[in-house]
């Protein structure tokens, strides 16, 4: 499966915690967005990267950060975990940053903060 | 700012009838909108972006920028389109997509 890939699937972990996500975009992507999914709301944008640099920043945390790798790869770092950070994390990419270049998702991580 | 909204959190209807997923958007320029779906067990895709005027598994949609809105419609309505639908608005320069909450289609046998 040449789609996106994140992993894990499902993290338990306690407040207080800091845990890593890691996405690996669809071959040929160059864009990779974290989206934030809780309960009863949409998909929240937290933040862009486009080979390798910071493109845009939307509601994250100062307890989270991320970056993009040379292969591409992103990770999504929440630290000082608290329960109010249980969600739905989701990995995007797209070929370039645009509204002709639609959005290639992950199947997401499920994050419980006990 | 720009804002989508998404009035229904769940939409049931029976095999055959109509179905409309309604979508407004907040936004004073000229806006980029898409619906996305996610199947059961499935991830989220693309279904249709209004720039394409396209017609994908049988629904359709329009932007009405009087009305601001871009509601997705089906005349009729399988059961295999029991999903989640997303309606995403892409503003200026920014091209990252505000998503609307969702809403789950049922499609009643």
């Known amino acids: 499966d040449s789609g996106v890939t994140q992993t894990p699937k499902h993290l338990i972990t306690a407040t207080g915690q800091r845990v890593t996500l890691r996405c690996s975009p669809r071959s040929g992507d160059l864009s990779v967005y974290w989206y934030q999914q809780s309960l009863d709301q949409g998909l929240q944008f937290l933040i862009q990267y486009y080979n390798g640099e910071e493109r845009a920043k939307g509601n994250i945390l100062e307890r989270f950060s991320a970056q993009q790798f040379p292969d591409l790869h992103s990770e999504l770092n929440l630290s000082s975990l608290e329960l109010g950070d249980s969600a739905l994390y989701f990995c995007a990419s797209s070929v370039v940053s645009g509204a002709n270049s639609p959005l290639h998702f992950g199947n997401g991580t499920r994050l419980t903060v006990t | 700012a720009q804002r989508v909204t998404q009035p229904e959190k769940l939409l049931s209807v029976f095999k055959g009838a109509p179905v409309e997923l309604k979508c407004n958007y907040s936004?004073?320029?000229?806006?980029?909108l898409f619906w996305y779906v996610q199947y059961s067990r499935q991830r989220l895709q693309l279904l249709l972006r209004h720039i394409s005027r396209e017609s994908i598994k049988g629904f359709t949609a329009d932007l009405n920028k009087g009305e601001t809105s871009f509601h997705l419609k089906k005349p009729f309505a399988q059961e295999e389109d029991s999903a989640m639908y997303y309606c995403?608005?892409?503003?200026?320069?920014?091209?990252?997509?505000?998503f609307g909450r969702g809403t789950s289609l049922i499609v009643h046998p």
């Open positions: 936004y004073s320029g000229s806006p980029e």
């Open positions: 995403a608005l892409i503003s200026g320069g920014s091209y990252i997509p505000t």
